[in-house]
């Protein structure tokens, strides 16, 4: 099994200022990688996808980079309504998720 | 319009099975890998296994084989998972998620959840 490690845990950050998050992989897992956003009692919305491509209506401040076994969420300028949990999740073989970086409001 | 419409909450003792539907619309059905995700109260997601309908195949994470079945209706686009053998540790939402079949089990859409409840 493919485990993903992220970090940190928690970002406390005010809005307007820069997110960058943090997913490792315990071996390659080439670009198979998504992001996703959560918010309390909804459920995971894809925002990035194959390491660098935005789903479909995300904002162009929310980019993902990486290949391999690092990978980076980066949201350039936090929104109020950024404030949430955000997950990794490798495809590369069966699908497994990271434990997640809560970005919370300082 | 792509929409996963889960069955309602459920509330189960230990030791019981829990079967959860999922109906999928917007789409052709055979395009598609269903998979069954779980979360747990403040835990994050986990993958239990998933369907490829137009070839009738089906893949499980490790921790879940023998204990859950995805079963899928191509007549009425829906979805099944089984999980037996209920504990506290099942009680959790359960989503229902759609990818392109041929993208092992990506999870684009996301259905609304389901919660089951395991308590004695």
């Known amino acids: 099994e493919i485990v993903l490690t992220q970090s940190p845990a928690t970002l406390s950050l005010s809005p307007g200022e820069r997110a960058t998050l943090s997913c490792r992989a315990s071996q390659s897992v080439d670009t198979y990688l998504v992001w996703f956003q959560q918010k309390p009692g909804q459920a995971p919305r894809p925002l990035i996808f194959?390491?660098?491509n935005r789903a479909t209506g995300i904002p162009a401040r929310f980019s993902g980079s990486g290949s391999g076994t690092d990978f980076t969420l980066t949201i350039s300028s936090l929104e109020p309504e950024d404030f949430a949990v955000y997950y990794c999740?490798?495809?590369?073989?069966?699908?497994?998720f990271g434990g997640g970086t809560k970005i919370e409001m300082k | 319009q792509v929409q996963l419409l889960q069955s309602g909450t459920e509330v189960k003792k230990p030791g019981s099975s829990v079967k959860v539907s999922c109906k999928a619309s917007?789409?052709?059905?055979?395009?598609?890998?269903f998979s069954w995700v779980r979360q747990a109260p403040g835990q994050g997601p986990e993958w239990m296994g998933g369907i490829i309908p137009v070839f009738g195949t089906t893949k499980y994470a490790q921790k879940f084989q023998g204990r859950v079945n995805i079963t899928a209706d191509e007549s009425t686009t829906t979805i099944y998972m089984e999980v037996s053998s209920l504990s506290s540790d099942d009680t959790a939402v359960f989503y229902c998620?759609?990818?392109?079949?041929?993208?092992?089990?990506?999870?684009?859409?996301w259905g609304q959840g389901t919660t089951v409840i395991v308590s004695s």
């Open positions: 999740q490798q495809r590369s073989t069966w699908p497994t």
């Open positions: 917007g789409g052709t059905f055979n395009n598609y890998a």
């Open positions: 194959d390491a660098s």
């Open positions: 998620t759609r990818g392109k079949w041929s993208s092992n089990y990506a999870m684009d859409v």
